[in-house]
């Protein structure tokens, strides 16, 4: 057994690293303070193949596979939170679905503009009655000969106010329950759709979430993910691609967490106090060491996930597990960086009291961790007999 990376995946995680480190970080604070879109920097990301590394040549993506790209996404996250959180909805939320369900003709139209950056991304499930109760759609698409009409409402959809491309959920059939929803590829220049507010969030404010609203938005049946295959496979396939995207918030909690580690080891040999750098101090270094072991412990459990993705199409609970863990390891470790930072961890002229913000976040999205749990405990359940 080899926890080695293969050659190629140093040069890339190298690769992410280097501009993460020079282009990504020194623009963390401020992408928080104005909330531009940094539609430049996304740019730059496609043309070194970090915006959708898993997406085939063919699209105009590297092909590479979901270690790398949990590779990629700790990396971009250890230099910016917001920015990670704009890779993993472009890529795992609205890629990859249209790579996985898509047909021929809907990969070719849509895989292009994505992969180049001349579209954004974005996936339409949350709604103010539909949250961990996915199952609880109300927005409606309602067949009109070869069209669907949609209303509803959608709400904290990570890139929403400025994408392109949307994969969107509605329910075409209210009566089947799950097999009721359908999954719809919509363009942002559709009549009837719309983009509400952007929300004032705690964290990862460098990247918008914002509402969607439909009012009689007509889309063709060629439009629904899949073609006619895929109706009433919607909710199946949203548990498919939030496999992918638990394993994309676990790499960003790892680089999160990377980030608040190095700061603080930093610091711990800057800082004097009685004499003697903050290093030297027994209680520092016994958080140094619980926020170390926790971390590598995220990592790996997160590189298990992307392993067992890439060797079996459903990875359910690998992806739980990653994302479950990693999402409060890094809670932890960003408040113990923070509490060696003492108050100048408080403050915004160190980037602790940001890393602390944008942590949060990571146990709510792509599923909560009491929603983890229970997929865990499902899995499990069924697996040993």
């Not at 909330?35 to 496609?46: G, I, S, V």
């Not at 498919?240 to 918030?249: A, M």
């Not at 990592?299 to 597990?321: F, I, V």
Request: proline residues 3%; negative net charge; charged residues 25%.
């Amino acid at each position: 057994m080899d926890f080695a990376l293969s050659e190629d995946h140093q040069m890339i995680r190298d690769m992410a690293r280097e501009f993460a480190d020079e282009v990504l970080a020194p623009q963390a604070a401020e992408l928080e303070k104005t909330r531009e879109f940094p539609e430049e920097t996304l740019k730059k990301m496609a043309e070194l193949g970090l915006l959708t590394p898993p997406v085939p040549e063919e699209y105009g993506g590297p092909g590479l596979d979901t270690l790398a790209y949990a590779i990629i996404g700790e990396e971009v996250a250890r230099g910016c939170g917001s920015t990670a959180t704009i890779l993993g909805a472009h890529c795992s939320l609205c890629c990859m679905p249209i790579l996985t369900f898509g047909t021929d003709e809907q990969k070719k139209k849509y895989l292009p503009q994505l992969t180049s950056a001349e579209k954004i991304g974005a996936f339409g499930l949350t709604e103010p009655s539909a949250g961990s109760d996915a199952a609880g759609i109300r927005t409606k698409a309602v067949k009109d000969g070869d069209y669907y009409v949609i209303n509803g409402h959608k709400q904290w959809i990570t890139n929403g106010h400025y994408a392109g491309i949307f994969v969107i959920l509605a329910n075409t059939n209210p009566k089947a329950g799950l097999r009721g929803i359908t999954a719809f590829i919509l363009d942002r220049d559709t009549p009837g759709f719309s983009t509400g507010k952007i929300e004032e969030t705690m964290g990862i404010r460098g990247s918008a979430q914002t509402e969607l609203h439909f009012e009689d938005v007509r889309l063709h049946k060629d439009q629904i993910l899949g073609g006619e295959r895929g109706l009433g496979r919607g909710f199946l396939m949203a548990m498919r691609v939030l496999d992918s995207g638990r394993i994309g918030v676990a790499a960003a909690s790892v680089g999160i967490a990377q980030a608040a580690l190095e700061a603080a080891v930093k610091y711990s040999k800057e800082r004097e106090q009685f004499g003697s750098a903050l290093k030297g101090f027994q209680a520092i270094q016994f958080m140094i060491a619980d926020m170390s072991t926790e971390l590598r412990a995220a990592r790996l459990m997160t590189h298990y996930a992307a392993w067992a993705k890439d060797n079996n199409p459903k990875c359910t609970l690998e992806a739980a597990q990653a994302k479950l863990y990693a999402s409060e390891v890094v809670g932890r470790v960003t408040d113990l960086a923070l509490q060696i930072h003492g108050g100048y961890g408080y403050t915004k002229d160190f980037p602790l009291e940001r890393y602390y913000r944008d942590a949060r976040i990571k146990r709510i999205y792509e599923g909560t961790n009491e929603i983890q749990r229970m997929v865990i405990a499902h899995e499990v359940l069924r697996r040993v007999r």
